[in-house]
């Protein structure tokens, strides 16, 4: 059974709602921040999986929809980023970058030492490593054939998507209880400790609700805020195509992203046009994009097919999920400051480390949402998942292939 793309987006929006009121009701998912997706999509998933183990019954969902929303998602985080945000963030994005491939290399012999340990192939704990972890699925299925074909692993794709699946739902499982556990074992000064005032649009876009005080959302606001999310996402497009032609695969949604960055920090030098996006109206769009994302993500996901695969991976992930959250509150904590951005910074963290780039934003929206805004953590943690992670993966898979291949 296949819901068509307009079901499918009409499902995750009852999904999502359903997600907000269980946040609203049980008391350990609002203490532990956990995104309103993740709890409803999670359900729907092991419901579905629970009714292929009765019957055999297989339900899926045709997914179009979905990265047209992160698109938005990424395209709206630009519009929003202004270059005195984008500069004072320089130097932690430096830092973040050299930390998470230091991460990258203890990810990898993490995964290969407890491959060892079950007797089995380390390049297996490799597939357990950064190709899936960091790199997400999509790493997972590119690197798969290079596995089979020159080492001899035969299910590297099955294990891969295994492990990347898997690692998608610890990872959006880790970011609240992180930061949770930074900001009260440190007593951080949060922006609503400090007595700061709403700044609806960061606020919003980071997770908040755009409830605050500032300009109504209008029609022809929300027509305007569509209208450069839809520039940027052309000119996105354009950028991709130009660097797919140079060789460089840098994915679409980064180029999204500096598309809007450059257009939010030119446009309004060049023409009489104060900004580009009502904060307020791009605040909903952005919150819109990524819950439903992250919805159709989590609910799509077929566990039976991982079943048979299930004991092994579980182990290395399990030693995964411990070396992670240890590395964001021992390391990545103290290098990024120590302070409240340092802690949504770790949250964000959690996500991209076994999970994927829309995770550890819904992980950092959950913080935002309950403790405030974090303006350098959703430049900082986007640029570093979706551009520096890919290529600064892909060297470190291939010295690993080289040194047990």
């Known amino acids: 059974m296949q819901f068509e793309s307009f079901a499918t987006f ?24 956990i995104p309103e997706p993740v709890t409803s999509g999670l359900l729907v998933c092991l419901l579905l999986a629970l009714i292929h183990a009765i019957n055999g019954t297989e ?13 938005y998602f990424f395209a709206a985080i630009g519009l929003n980023a202004d270059i005195k945000t984008l500069l004072s963030g320089g130097w932690p994005l430096l830092i973040l970058v050299g930390t998470t491939v230091a991460y990258m290399v203890l990810q990898n012999l993490t995964g290969i030492g407890m491959a060892a340990l079950l007797g089995l192939n380390p390049l297996v704990g490799l597939l357990g490593g950064s190709v899936s972890l960091l790199g997400g699925h999509g790493t997972a299925i590119a690197w798969a054939p290079r596995f089979a074909e020159s080492h ?14 898997f690692g998608l739902v610890l990872a959006s499982l880790m ?6 556990i930074l900001i009260r074992r440190h007593r951080l000064k949060t922006p609503q400790a400090r007595g700061a005032g709403p700044d609806t649009a ?17 029609y ?4 305007g805020t569509l209208f450069w999310l839809n520039v940027s996402l052309g000119l996105g497009e354009l950028l991709h195509e130009a660097l797919r032609a140079a060789g ?12 809007a960055i450059f257009l939010t920090n030119t446009v309004p030098r060049l023409l009489p046009i104060r900004c580009l996006a009502a904060p307020r109206s791009l605040a909903i769009v952005s919150e819109i994009s990524l819950g439903i994302f992250l919805t159709m993500s989590l609910m799509s996901l077929q566990l039976w097919t991982i079943a048979s695969l299930a004991g092994p991976i579980l182990a290395i992930l399990a030693a995964q999920f411990v070396v992670s959250f240890l590395f964001a509150l021992f390391v990545v904590f103290k290098v990024m400051g120590r302070d409240y951005e340092a802690a949504v910074i770790c949250a964000g963290f959690g996500g991209i ?18 403790y405030g805004p974090a303006h350098r953590a959703f430049i900082i943690v986007p640029l570093v998942s979706g551009f520096f992670v890919d290529i600064s993966n892909a060297v470190v898979i291939q010295r690993f292939l080289n040194w047990f291949g």
């Open 353 to 370: 480390s076994l999970g994927a780039t829309p995770t550890a934003m819904a992980n950092m929206s959950a913080v935002a949402q309950t």
């Open 10 to 33: 009409n499902i995750a929006i009852v999904v999502l709602a359903i997600g907000r009121w269980l946040n609203r009701k049980v008391g350990f998912l609002r203490e532990f921040n």
């Open 202 to 218: 960061s606020a919003s876009l980071e997770g908040g609700t755009p409830d605050g005080p500032g300009e109504p959302v209008t």
């Open 248 to 259: 460089s695969n840098l994915p679409l949604f980064v180029c999204c992203l500096f598309a």
């Open 175 to 180: 970011g609240g209880p992180i930061a949770r």
């Open 59 to 71: 339900i899926g969902f045709n997914l179009q929809t979905r990265d047209f929303l992160l698109l």
């Open 152 to 165: 001899g692993i035969s299910n590297a794709l099955e294990i891969g998507i295994a492990c990347a699946t």
């Open 220 to 223: 022809f606001s929300l027509l």
